[in-house]
């Protein structure tokens, strides 16, 4: 497979799965070999790093990684609004399955593939931490009145932050809020005004997230995958749970 199809692929399978209340793109991403360039990609655009002018964009960014991945997640999105409703009402059971057993996958990866089990272990503490944060998020049951615009934000900056980082997706991060009925109908109904807060937490996570996680995994990469293989194991008990 040529690198542009890879990274095509790669970008159709996020763009799959953020759209199922289900898995996080980021789990997809880091299965494909491609997340740290997906998240050094969003980290120029940081405030603290941004420049505004062409050479400082075509210096740092990577037009041949990014734009098939890009091109990959719109045309999925596009493609898999119908698929996932179908799979949904009559394959529900079986969706499940399937999504537990990728986040599964990519726990393997992280932690035996990618390095010896040796090296991994030694981050055991660092596991079972994300582990029992995304556990505590996977049976939250906590539903808001997110007619406030300062809960939107915060329903924005969950939801994108839940994007960046493996393990659920930030459309079951909304399912578990009990918003997501709502911002689906927003978009549908083009209801800007409610749209807005939402948007504005999203642009927050967007700013910040990206460069802490950069900074994570240029600090210690196992480290962080271990971390991230725990959320992502935690995670498992949402797909259940919240994915109907």
């Known amino acids: ?18 759209i199922t209340p289900g898995i996080s793109g980021a789990t997809i991403a880091g299965l494909f070999n491609v997340y740290k360039e997906f998240v050094t990609f969003l980290h120029v655009f940081s405030p603290i790093k941004l420049k505004p002018n062409l050479k400082y964009f075509s210096d740092e960014i990577n037009f041949s990684f990014i734009i098939p991945l890009l091109l990959g997640m719109i045309i999925s999105v596009y493609l898999s609004a119908y698929a996932i409703d179908y799979f949904r009402n009559n394959y529900l059971y079986e969706l499940k399955i399937f999504l537990s057993a990728v986040m599964l996958v990519a726990v393997i990866k992280n932690c035996v593939l990618d390095q010896s089990l040796n090296d991994s272990f030694i981050y055991l503490f660092d596991f079972i931490l994300g582990l029992i944060l995304a556990i505590i998020i ?3 049951l906590v539903e808001l009145d997110f007619n406030n615009i300062f809960l939107l934000i915060l329903a924005g900056l969950m939801a994108f932050t839940a994007f960046l980082l493996p393990g659920i997706s930030g459309s079951l991060v909304l399912v578990i809020l009990g918003v997501y009925g709502n911002i689906t109908t927003a978009i549908k109904d083009f209801d800007v005004i409610f749209l807005v807060p939402f948007i504005v937490g999203m642009v ?3 700013l910040i997230i990206p460069a802490q996680i950069i900074k994570m995994i240029n600090s210690n990469e196992v480290k962080t995958k271990v971390f991230f293989s725990g959320l992502i194991l935690g995670s498992v008990p949402a797909v259940w749970l919240h994915l109907s």
């Open 1 to 18: 497979m040529s690198k542009v199809s890879h990274k095509f692929l790669a970008g159709f399978c996020m763009g799959i799965a953020e």
């Open 138 to 140: 996977s049976l939250s």
């Open 204 to 206: 927050i996570s967007f």
